[in-house]
């Protein structure tokens, strides 16, 4: 059910002449006058359902409150079914405001759990998190328990904008050549052993000052973790939102030193660079996308544009299929890029390419001659579905559309970096490294490579 409707007045709820819009009315006036909250309805019901918010629960329980509607203010309850809630989202997109109020619940949460064992007030979170819903607080309050029976005892701190996070990541950035926060160590908060944190910030800093190259620095900074976080003095925890609020993995990342896989492969008839547009003048998938076989799961990979910019720069993504959680993307500058120089390749980037509106007749040839010249190339001995349109035509077409459509720029400029690709994939495939690469991209999107940092995963 979805209840994301929050009336501001009973007339609102009067309105929309439901079977039970009465009942509601009457509820929302008095929530309102007597708790100063009001109420949470699915609009895809007869109002026979209504949640009122968890802060209230903090006041009174639910029982008292029936009481309290039926005895005090004459309320006939028969068939409606009262319970606290602050009800669901409204399934927007989460800005890197929002992302940053959640894990700072998340933090709230544990510190409070660490120490009392019970969950900080609703009112607490919400000065946080203001949009909170039950599903994010089922996620704050499933990740609390499970991060704090990991631990296994009281006495941290846990940090986000401020504290040994901080630190942390100033070390990292200034100190030890560290471009990108997350394509080193992707965790979300910290957490500290309190009787420790002062020591591991000399520490921290007395690595940043020492007198060596910061590559050099970097491998003692995630030496000196992977002892802290083996110890759980100091562990990074990188976070997800949970379904149905459960944890599915504890993952402890790049800890310990890794175990060789025992077999990886493309998986066959998964290859997948489909140049066919559809009935919109797009691009029927804007991506190159094929699956891996690692051991016994199967891991599915695209490579596309994730922000939809018209010559945006291509990224690889792996997801486990099934039940499985998601990898992540694959650091280019950490695992990708270090591995292709070694047999001078490199990627094609989005600002290489043709501007939309200035394509020319020598541009068309050389992509239209790129693709002949790779249409048959196999990968790992498996072939590449091309989708069924004439390349040529669909470019002139696919050039004439994105002047008007970004989606379709967007999409042009993903196949054409793709091309380069399975060039990077053909080249390395004749060399005999085609696994060898496939286990580099595959850790990479765990981020366990070498410069990776340690973490603690749950998802």
Known sequence: MAFNYRPKTSAEILAKKKQNSNVAASIFDIIKSEYGEGIILDLSTSFNKIKVPRSVGEKINITQLKTNLKVKNKINLNGIDISFGNGSGTGGGTSAVETAQQENATRLYCEVYNEFHKFPKVAEVQVIYPNVDDDWFATFEAQAIAINNWLGNKGYTFSRDKGIMQHVEEVALKKCGVGAKDSWNPADIYAVKKNKQNQIIEDLTEIGNMPMEPRAKLDQLNNYMRNKITNKELVGISLKKLTNGQVKTMELTNALKKQPLTSISIIPGSINLNLDLNKDNEFQTGEM???????????????????????????????????????????????????????????????????????????????????????????????????????????????????????????????????????????????????????????????????????????
């Open 289 to 459: 996308s094929f699956g891996i076989r690692v051991g016994e799961s199967a891991i599915a990979v695209q490579i596309r544009a994730f922000s939809g910019g018209e010559r945006e720069s291509t990224q690889m993504d792996m997801t486990g299929k099934g039940a499985a959680a998601k990898l992540g993307k694959v650091s280019s500058t950490e695992a990708i890029d270090p591995y292709l120089q070694k047999f001078n390749l490199a990627r094609r980037m989005g600002t290489k390419l043709p501007r939309v509106g200035s394509w020319d007749k020598h541009d068309i040839k050389q992509y239209v001659d790129e693709w002949k010249s790779i249409k048959n190339i196999r990968i790992g001995k498996e072939p590449i579905n091309w989708g069924n349109s004439d390349w040529e035509t669909t470019l002139i077409n696919a050039i004439e559309f994105e002047k008007t459509n970004v989606r379709t720029a967007s999409q042009l400029s993903a196949k054409l970096q793709c091309f380069q690709w399975v060039k990077i994939f053909n080249a390395i495939d004749k060399k005999g490294k085609l696994e060898e690469f496939l286990t580099v991209l595959y850790y990479g999107a765990k981020k366990e490579y070498d410069s990776a940092g340690p973490f603690l995963k749950v998802a």
